[in-house]
């Protein structure tokens, strides 16, 4: 059989910003992946160090941090991912949009839609407002955005907590029965604070300790909302909700588990709760859907792996409604982070959507 040209190409890939931890997982993904060629990564610390000398997982990779504008590191490339802070990437746009590599940026400043929406949970007004409008950006979140990912040239990742609770809440907004108050708490690993110690974020006050932190106004939450109104627009099936989320930090160094509390009516069937999160995830590459027991999504079974697993208890009728406690968790670098955005790029440009990032987790 005549291979997909696809499936036989090379792609030359450059990443901009690539000292994080979100980097040194884009770059263990992207040297690994049997159709890619990694060929620049830019910086503007540790320029002219090796890759290795600065995320200590790597070896002789023969490449060094170099230094230059996202313009100059996209000439000649397919892909340009963008592992920029918050603020950065945004004030980027006249470069990106002199380049005909695909774009898929790993901050939150091209997810949302809406420009009063961004001014209100990044603290600033967006440098380039008409990025945001008429789907320039797509959402890169493949089991909500698969077929508009494919082709795309201008991919905004989600954010981490973001992917955690919409795999959990997905399969709700699209059946109609996401209603009412929504309350989601979330736990998540010290890496998702970058690389660089805070005084949040610093091992002593940490490893110890549990927190809330930015409660009910966390900057993932408007592309939540966003994302969740849509699907119940597409299905025709659209309600009302009002979303409460809470971030934890938690004492793990990778790793979400968020826990979603909805109210259903009670006469919901059990049987009718497990074929709408099965059916809905019957094509996704990478939620294992566990049921309502015994197993229930915990962090060590997904580290350092693109899996998401999925789980829920619907409890008794009560006041006449019913409980449901979705449970969602994943690694916050691979699945919520760098991972996914290699696999949008795999289906962007038509390559299967596991290729180079489908290994197992790790264990324990």
Same mark, same amino acid.
Request: aromatic letters at 8%; hydrophobic letters at 40%; one cysteine or more.
């Given at each position: 059989?005549?291979?997909?040209?696809?499936?036989?190409?090379?792609?030359?890939?450059?990443?901009?910003?690539?000292? &994080?931890?979100?980097?040194?997982?884009?770059?263990? #993904? +992207?040297?690994?992946?049997? @159709?890619?060629?990694? !060929?620049?990564?830019? =910086?503007?610390?540790?320029?002219?160090?090796?890759?290795?000398?600065?995320?200590?997982?790597?070896?002789?990779?023969?490449?060094?941090?170099?230094?230059?504008?996202?313009?100059?590191?996209?000439?000649?490339?397919?892909?340009?991912?963008?592992?920029?802070?918050?603020?950065?990437?945004?004030?980027?746009?006249?470069?990106?949009?002199?380049?005909?590599?695909?774009?898929?940026?790993?901050?939150?400043?091209?997810?949302?839609?809406?420009?009063?929406?961004?001014?209100?949970?990044?603290?600033?007004?967006?440098?380039?407002?008409?990025?945001?409008?008429?789907?320039?950006?797509?959402?890169?979140?493949?089991?909500?955005?698969?077929?508009?990912?494919?082709?795309?040239?201008?991919?905004?990742?989600?954010?981490?907590?973001?992917?955690?609770?919409?795999? &959990?809440?997905?399969?709700?907004?699209?059946?109609? #029965? +996401?209603?009412?108050?929504? @309350?989601?708490?979330? !736990?998540?690993?010290? =890496?998702?604070?970058?690389?660089?110690?805070?005084?949040?974020?610093?091992?002593?006050?940490?490893?110890?300790?549990?927190?809330?932190?930015?409660?009910?106004?966390?900057?993932?939450?408007?592309?939540?909302?966003?994302?969740?109104?849509?699907?119940?627009?597409?299905?025709?099936?659209?309600?009302?909700?009002d979303l409460n989320f809470v971030?934890?930090?938690?004492?793990?160094?990778?790793?979400?588990?968020?826990?979603?509390?909805?109210?259903?009516?009670?006469?919901?069937?059990?049987?009718?709760?497990?074929?709408?999160?099965?059916?809905?995830?019957?094509?996704?590459?990478?939620?294992?859907?566990?049921?309502?027991?015994?197993?229930?999504?915990?962090?060590?079974?997904?580290k350092g792996s693109m899996w998401?697993?999925?789980?829920?208890?619907?409890?008794?009728?009560?006041?006449?409604?019913?409980?449901?406690?979705?449970?969602?968790?994943?690694?916050?670098?691979?699945?919520?982070?760098?991972?996914?955005?290699?696999?949008?790029?795999?289906?962007?440009?038509?390559?299967?959507?596991?290729m180079g990032i489908d290994a197992?987790?790790?264990?324990?």
């Amino acid at each position: 059989m005549t291979a997909n040209n696809s499936e036989s190409k090379r792609y030359r890939v450059a990443m901009a910003g690539g000292t &994080g931890y979100g980097g040194a997982e884009l770059i263990r #993904l +992207l040297m690994n992946h049997p @159709q890619v060629d990694l !060929a620049r990564v830019t =910086s503007i610390d540790r320029v002219g160090e090796p890759l290795e000398a600065v995320h200590l997982n790597l070896y002789n990779t023969g490449m060094v941090f170099e230094e230059m504008p996202v313009v100059d590191a996209a000439k000649g490339m397919d892909v340009l991912f963008l592992g920029l802070p918050h603020k950065v990437s945004s004030t980027l746009a006249p470069q990106l949009d002199q380049t005909d590599a695909r774009v898929i940026d790993l901050s939150g400043d091209f997810r949302l839609t809406d420009k009063d929406l961004y001014a209100e949970y990044y603290g600033q007004e967006h440098p380039y407002p008409e990025q945001l409008e008429g789907g320039r950006w797509v959402f890169g979140l493949p089991e909500f955005n698969r077929e508009l990912i494919s082709g795309a040239t201008r991919i905004a990742s989600p954010g981490c907590f973001a992917t955690t609770l919409l795999l &959990g809440l997905l399969p709700l907004a699209h059946s109609g #029965l +996401l209603k009412g108050a929504v @309350q989601s708490i979330a !736990a998540t690993g010290s =890496s998702g604070s970058g690389a660089y110690a805070s005084a949040g974020t610093h091992h002593p006050v940490r490893v110890n300790n549990m927190k809330i932190y930015k409660p009910l106004n966390h900057q993932h939450k408007p592309e939540i909302e966003e994302v969740l109104v849509a699907a119940g627009e597409r299905s025709g099936k659209a309600q009302a909700f009002d979303l409460n989320f809470v971030p934890v930090s938690a004492p793990l160094a990778r790793g979400i588990l968020a826990t979603s509390f909805i109210s259903l009516p009670e006469n919901t069937d059990p049987d009718q709760v497990e074929a709408m999160f099965r059916d809905y995830y019957e094509d996704a590459a990478f939620v294992r859907v566990l049921g309502s027991g015994p197993r229930h999504a915990e962090v060590i079974a997904i580290k350092g792996s693109m899996w998401v697993d999925l789980s829920w208890v619907l409890g008794p009728a009560q006041n006449g409604m019913r409980q449901l406690v979705v449970a969602t968790a994943l690694d916050n670098l691979v699945k919520g982070g760098a991972g996914q955005a290699v696999q949008s790029m795999n289906i962007s440009l038509g390559l299967p959507e596991g290729m180079g990032i489908d290994a197992p987790a790790l264990w324990p």
